[in-house]
C-alpha cells in the first residue's frame, strides 16, 4: 500500500507563490505517474497537472510546474501568479507504472488533500 503525504499549503495573497509537496512512501516511487487533482468547495475535482506523462490543465498552464526527486521519493508542484480561483483542496495520486492521465480513476492511491487559499 503506497502513502502519500500532501504538504506546502496555506494561505497566500493573490499574485503569490507555493510549493506543493507530495511525499510517498516507497522508495520506488519514480515508477509512479503521479497526478495533482484539487477540488473547490462546491466544484467537482479537476485535473490540475501529472508528470511521467506531463500536462497541465488549461487553466494553470504557464503559471504551475511539477517535477520530481526521485531520490527524496517526493513530487513537487510549484504554484506561481496564484488567483483566488485557484483556491481549493489539492490532492496528489498515484499510480504504479502509470502512464499519466487526467483522470482521476487513471489512479489507485491518493493523499488526504491539503488546503490552498488565495486572498484577493
Known amino acids: 500500500q503506497v502513502q502519500l503525504v500532501e504538504s506546502g499549503g496555506g494561505l497566500v495573497q493573490a499574485g503569490g507563490s507555493l510549493r506543493l509537496s507530495c511525499a510517498a512512501s516507497?522508495?520506488?516511487?519514480?515508477?509512479?505517474?503521479v497526478g495533482w487533482f484539487r477540488q473547490a468547495p462546491g466544484k467537482e475535482r479537476e485535473f490540475v497537472a501529472a508528470?511521467?506523462?506531463?500536462g497541465y490543465a488549461v487553466s494553470v498552464e504557464g503559471r504551475f510546474t511539477i517535477s520530481r526527486d526521485n531520490a527524496k521519493n517526493t513530487v513537487y508542484l510549484q504554484m506561481y501568479n496564484l488567483n483566488p480561483e485557484d483556491t481549493a483542496v489539492y490532492y496528489c495520486?498515484?499510480?504504479?507504472?502509470?502512464?499519466?492521465?487526467?483522470?482521476?480513476?487513471?489512479?489507485?492511491?491518493w493523499g488526504q488533500g491539503i488546503q490552498v487559499t488565495v486572498s484577493s
Open positions: 495520486a498515484a499510480s504504479y507504472r502509470g502512464g499519466g492521465s487526467r483522470r482521476g480513476d487513471a489512479y489507485n492511491y
Open positions: 516507497v522508495r520506488t516511487f519514480s515508477s509512479y505517474a
Open positions: 508528470i511521467s506523462w506531463t
